[in-house]
């Protein structure tokens, strides 16, 4: 059973593009959360999802970034418009019954803003 | 609003030693607390899951316990070895989310 997968692991973008970023999560798993962990910072919950339903997104930006978990296809965490303060890691986990269970955390997508 | 703390910030033992990580939170109204390991630029490994009404959950040389009405956990890892050196992580459920410490950097040397 493969684990959360990332991609791309690593994504450099100039200020003023988009980046998007891609987790699929484990087999079986319809609840997926994504963390952003700044330099230096600890983990700061984002967003969760269910299979096209977003439960919670308290903590979203509340411009410039979204967050969606299609029937078919990987959890999608877009970031429009990047600015360097943007740059960070964002990890991606999932849980298979509720947010209650043990939550897999994939390898993470490390976002460099020029 | 939970916040969670992590003590001490750093660590460095040699190798053998028992240790314990200390974890503590604000908010009683959990429903569990995972601890998690984190490497140099990796992810995170999930290590231990305490649901709210256990009082400890063992893996290995690792032993976490939990006392919920105090607001606290400890991980007890036993003999370490340097592949134990890592960042370790508490993070509590509450709500639908986990709210995570700032971690403990652990160092084992030979």
């Known amino acids: 059973n493969a684990g959360v997968m990332q991609n791309p692991r690593h994504l450099v973008r100039r200020r003023g593009q988009e980046a998007r970023l891609r987790c699929s999560p484990m087999?079986?798993?319809?609840?997926v959360y994504w963390y952003r962990q700044l330099p230096e910072e600890g983990l700061k919950f984002m967003v969760y999802?269910?299979?096209?339903?977003?439960?919670?997104e308290s903590g979203m930006p509340k411009e410039r970034f979204s967050a969606e978990f299609p029937k078919e296809g990987p959890s999608i965490l877009r970031i429009q418009q990047v600015v360097r303060g943007d740059s960070a890691a964002y990890f991606c986990a999932s849980s298979l019954d509720s947010f209650k269970d043990t939550q897999y955390f994939g390898p993470g997508t490390r976002l460099t803003v020029l | 609003k939970q916040e969670v703390t992590q003590i001490p910030a750093a660590l460095s033992v040699p190798e053998g030693e028992n240790l314990v990580l200390n974890c503590s939170f604000t908010?009683?109204?959990?429903?569990?607390l995972q601890w998690f390991r984190q490497d140099p630029g990796k992810g995170l490994t999930s290590l231990l899951l305490?649901?709210?009404?256990?009082r400890e959950q063992t893996s290995g040389r690792l032993n976490a316990s939990l006392d919920k009405s105090s607001g606290r956990s400890t991980l007890y890892i036993a003999a370490s070895q340097p592949g134990d050196s890592a960042t370790y992580l508490c993070a509590v459920c509450n709500t639908d989310k986990l709210i995570f410490g700032t971690g403990t950097r652990l160092q084992v040397f030979p």
């Open positions: 908010d009683s109204a959990i429903y569990n």
């Open positions: 087999k079986g798993h319809s609840h």
């Open positions: 305490i649901q709210s009404s256990q």
């Open positions: 999802l269910q299979k096209e339903n977003i439960i919670d």
